[in-house]
């Protein structure tokens, strides 16, 4: 058994850098101190939904407490005040993924919606019959559903670019599916169901040579990498709040200004409106063109406090924490008899995604619920990967910053329950 313990990251010159006490960081997350079924709870879901730190919760609730108004259409206090926190919470996430300008910032209610923008926007707009969109085999469903809803009204083409049996991204095989009518790569970052990390700028630069705009899928990227859109010079990226430690209902859409001033609005309504007569209407510049109605004001406020909180731990040194806990779980899981982990990219986030014989992925997550430790089991909203894995399901330990070598050890006996119970 390894203790967790304080510890030091290394960055990549091997020079001690950031300090990282896991104990310390549990503490700021209250629903940690609960017990499931009398046992302490282990939380491995953290890619489906992150827990919350008391710094995001509290700032939604000072939010709700002190200042809440609805925002830009006010002359009075409260609503300068919302106005300015909420404003300042998109100043937050554009620092938060270094990108050039606010107004490159889109709040939407997740990665869900943001990709459904592009795609009922940008591509419905500049795409016609005959023009190819290329999606990889690690997608989730929101980033495969809403490109066939476009194939079916507009006759697009869809193409798939391969993995291998270990769930890497075949460069040299997406480079081939390129061609003169590709339009647009939408591909995820890193893999919700196998972890994988994806080689993006390879990716971009690839589809930028074929005169291709890409969309990055990055739900999975913003929790455990440093994300750099002016460094990645990627055309749009879509995460959603729940999985980088913030509120539910919130997310945020990417875009390089120069795009977005070219796109129609994604519904119409109050606030994204210069001008409205009965005979026309007059739409306001990007992000707001984008943002109509109300908008998840409290929830924007809270997902700003999530940057805020990530960046003060220090990126480098929360990924160093999740790759150790990555390489502990994947050699403790490994040697379990009849266990195999689905899923060893090259590189990975910290997803552990694995089949035991003759147990079906819902009875291990049962069992393990008796146990107090919280994992997913299903389709993992990827059935194309799971049928190209030839699976029908898996169960996945997903690891966040707060998880410990001794949740990592919890799974692991409590797996071993699981093989006594089907042996």
């Given at each position: 058994m390894l203790a967790s313990t304080s510890r030091t990251a290394m960055n990549d010159e091997g020079r001690h850098s950031v300090s990282f006490d896991v104990h310390r960081?549990?503490?700021?997350?209250?629903?940690?101190?609960?017990?499931?079924?009398?046992?302490?709870?282990?939380?491995?879901?953290?890619?489906?939904?992150?827990?919350?730190?008391?710094?995001?919760?509290?700032?939604?609730?000072?939010?709700?407490?002190?200042?809440?108004?609805?925002?830009?259409?006010?002359?009075?206090?409260?609503?300068?005040?919302?106005?300015?926190?909420?404003?300042?919470?998109?100043?937050?996430?554009?620092?938060?993924?270094?990108?050039?300008?606010?107004?490159?910032?889109?709040?939407?209610?997740?990665?869900?919606?943001?990709?459904?923008?592009?795609?009922?926007?940008?591509?419905?707009?500049?795409?016609?019959?005959?023009?190819?969109?290329?999606?990889?085999?690690?997608?989730?469903?929101?980033?495969?559903?809403?490109?066939?809803?476009?194939?079916?009204?507009?006759?697009?083409?869809?193409?798939?670019?391969?993995i291998d049996d270990d769930g890497n991204f075949l460069l040299p095989a997406f480079e081939r599916l390129l061609s003169p009518r590709t339009r647009l790569v939408a591909v995820t970052h890193v893999s919700n169901a196998l972890g994988t990390v994806t080689p993006v700028r390879a990716i971009i630069e690839a589809a930028h040579r074929a005169g291709a705009k890409v969309l990055l899928d990055g739900c999975q990227a913003v929790p455990h990498?440093?994300?750099?859109?002016?460094?990645?010079?990627?055309?749009?990226?879509?995460?959603?709040?729940?999985?980088?430690?913030?509120?539910?209902?919130?997310?945020?859409?990417?875009?390089?200004?120069?795009?977005?001033?070219?796109?129609?609005?994604?519904?119409?309504?109050?606030?994204?409106?210069?001008?409205?007569?009965?005979?026309?209407?007059?739409?306001?510049?990007?992000?707001?063109?984008?943002?109509?109605?109300?908008?998840?004001?409290?929830?924007?406020?809270?997902?700003?406090?999530?940057?805020?909180?990530?960046?003060?731990?220090?990126?480098?040194?929360?990924r160093a924490h999740e790759q150790a806990l990555l390489a502990y779980a994947s050699q403790r899981v490994s040697a379990l008899p009849g266990l195999q982990i689905v899923g060893r990219a090259a590189e990975k986030a910290a997803i552990v995604s694995f089949v035991m014989e003759g147990v079906h992925a819902h009875d291990i997550g049962t069992i393990l619920d008796r146990a107090g430790i919280a994992v997913r089991a299903g389709h993992h909203c990827a059935q194309p990967l799971m049928e190209r894995l030839g699976l029908a399901a898996t169960a996945r330990a997903s690891f966040g910053l707060y998880n410990t070598m001794e949740d990592v050890d919890a799974l692991a006996d409590a797996l071993k329950i699981v093989r006594e119970i089907f042996a």
């Amino acid at each position: 058994m390894l203790a967790s313990t304080s510890r030091t990251a290394m960055n990549d010159e091997g020079r001690h850098s950031v300090s990282f006490d896991v104990h310390r960081v549990r503490d700021d997350f209250p629903i940690l101190k609960r017990r499931i079924r009398g046992r302490p709870l282990v939380y491995l879901d953290s890619a489906a939904s992150a827990q919350k730190p008391k710094a995001v919760l509290d700032a939604m609730q000072v939010a709700q407490e002190t200042i809440y108004a609805n925002v830009h259409r006010g002359v009075h206090t409260l609503s300068q005040e919302a106005t300015d926190a909420f404003e300042a919470a998109r100043e937050k996430l554009r620092a938060f993924i270094n990108a050039a300008s606010a107004d490159e910032i889109i709040f939407v209610r997740g990665a869900t919606e943001g990709i459904n923008l592009v795609a009922a926007t940008y591509a419905r707009k500049f795409l016609s019959a005959g023009d190819e969109i290329i999606l990889s085999e690690l997608e989730h469903h929101s980033n495969i559903v809403p490109w066939q809803l476009l194939q079916a009204e507009k006759g697009i083409v869809i193409k798939v670019a391969p993995i291998d049996d270990d769930g890497n991204f075949l460069l040299p095989a997406f480079e081939r599916l390129l061609s003169p009518r590709t339009r647009l790569v939408a591909v995820t970052h890193v893999s919700n169901a196998l972890g994988t990390v994806t080689p993006v700028r390879a990716i971009i630069e690839a589809a930028h040579r074929a005169g291709a705009k890409v969309l990055l899928d990055g739900c999975q990227a913003v929790p455990h990498l440093a994300v750099d859109m002016q460094a990645l010079d990627v055309d749009f990226y879509a995460f959603s709040g729940h999985k980088m430690y913030g509120p539910t209902g919130i997310g945020v859409l990417y875009g390089k200004k120069e795009l977005l001033a070219t796109m129609p609005p994604y519904q119409g309504g109050g606030e994204m409106i210069s001008t409205v007569t009965f005979a026309k209407s007059t739409f306001k510049e990007p992000p707001h063109r984008f943002e109509a109605g109300t908008p998840a004001i409290v929830e924007a406020i809270g997902l700003g406090a999530a940057a805020d909180y990530l960046t003060a731990l220090g990126r480098e040194a929360v990924r160093a924490h999740e790759q150790a806990l990555l390489a502990y779980a994947s050699q403790r899981v490994s040697a379990l008899p009849g266990l195999q982990i689905v899923g060893r990219a090259a590189e990975k986030a910290a997803i552990v995604s694995f089949v035991m014989e003759g147990v079906h992925a819902h009875d291990i997550g049962t069992i393990l619920d008796r146990a107090g430790i919280a994992v997913r089991a299903g389709h993992h909203c990827a059935q194309p990967l799971m049928e190209r894995l030839g699976l029908a399901a898996t169960a996945r330990a997903s690891f966040g910053l707060y998880n410990t070598m001794e949740d990592v050890d919890a799974l692991a006996d409590a797996l071993k329950i699981v093989r006594e119970i089907f042996a």
